[in-house]
């Protein structure tokens, strides 16, 4: 039915940067939010962001400035462009999307989580 693809983890150096993408696929009529969290190893998953299909953005905390979102919508995708980045930033990055699909004569709406990408940031 649906599935959401990321891309452009890896292994950058404090201070540096990184884009991650993520890829929605299927049967999709549209999507509402999508969104980026994080979990760093011993914690809970946080909110890096979302994004509205019109554009309207929300940050956590401790991503404000540092981090944004965007999305293309013709490409069902959403970005996370990371500058600065910080050893604290280190962690599996996952996407969110809110979508309604279509399956034989009906359409559902369910969230859908990507399988998460690692982004290691060194001292």
């Known amino acids: 039915q649906v599935q959401l693809v990321e891309s452009g983890g890896g292994l950058v150096q404090a201070g540096g940067s990184l884009r991650l993408s993520c890829a929605a696929s299927?049967?999709?009529?549209?999507?509402?939010?999508m969104g980026w969290y994080r979990q760093a190893p011993g914690k809970q998953r946080e909110l890096v962001g979302t994004i509205t299909s019109g554009g309207s953005t929300n940050y956590g905390d401790s991503v404000k400035g540092r981090l944004t979102i965007s999305r293309d919508n013709a490409k069902n995708t959403v970005y996370l462009q990371m500058n600065s980045l910080r050893p604290e930033d280190t962690a599996v990055y996952y996407c969110?999307?809110?979508?309604?699909?279509?399956?034989?004569?009906?359409?559902?709406?369910?969230?859908?989580w990507g399988q998460g990408t690692q982004v290691t940031v060194s001292p």
């Open positions: 299927g049967t999709i009529l549209s999507i509402a939010a």
């Open positions: 969110n999307a809110d979508v309604t699909y279509y399956r034989g004569a009906f359409s559902y709406r369910d969230g859908y």
